[in-house]
């Protein structure tokens, strides 16, 4: 089974899940029967994805968010056309000046993703009109396939790390953590990091 399928299966219930870059369509009932998935997150490439009627029927999908404007514009046309029995919000996610994905709630910024061909990150993170950006969760995958980053340093205000957030980063080597607070990091945020020589906190 292809991985993405996997986690989108069988992950755990409090964490956002994503739409595998393979998927084409989401089919009626397709998250039925209590799954306990509340957001689908878009895949990262931009391409979008053909919504059938009822799919999201007797679901706990309560949110869809977007990385382009082209998913943004069909998931609503195609949202309002299907049928669908509950009201599920649809969200474009912002672009830093980095070229960082975020998102912004009321529990502050979440990190979404980062281009793969990365090398290091500071934790420095600005908006388009050059506000800089506090940075409170790293989201899962943020990070994953990033197979040149080599250092990360992540800023005090960061409280947690999602699944698979550093997933087969292989060339990983070090993590400062400069948080002096407790900080929650999700299973298997660092799977397949061959190369990390050390996780080191403030805490």
């Not at 994503?18 to 306990?36: H, L, R, W």
């Not at 998935?37 to 999201?56: A, Y």
């Not at 980095?98 to 502050?108: F, L, M, T, V």
């Amino acid at each position: 089974m292809h991985k993405d399928i996997e986690k989108i299966l069988y992950s755990e219930k409090d964490i956002e899940n994503i739409v595998n870059t393979i998927a084409k369509q989401i089919e009626k009932d397709a998250f039925s029967k209590g799954t306990g998935i509340e957001t689908l997150i878009l895949p990262k490439n931009g391409t979008t994805l053909h919504l059938e009627d009822g799919c999201l029927n007797d679901s706990d999908v309560t949110a869809i968010w977007c990385y382009s404007k082209k998913q943004y514009d069909t998931v609503k046309d195609e949202l309002a056309d299907s049928g669908t029995d509950k009201d599920v919000s649809v969200e474009l996610l912002q672009k830093s000046a980095e070229g960082y994905y975020y998102r912004i709630s009321d529990a502050g910024i979440m990190l979404m993703s980062v281009p793969e061909n990365l090398t290091s990150f500071d934790g420095t993170m600005t908006a388009e009109d050059g506000t800089s950006l506090e940075i409170n969760a790293i989201a899962e995958q943020a990070f994953s396939d990033c197979q040149d980053l080599e250092w990360v340093t992540l800023p005090e205000s960061i409280k947690k790390i999602g699944y698979k957030a550093f997933e087969d980063c292989i060339g990983l080597q070090g993590i400062l953590i400069n948080s002096t607070d407790t900080i929650t990091i999700g299973n298997e945020a660092f799977c397949g990091c061959d190369s990390l020589r050390f996780v080191a906190s403030n805490a």
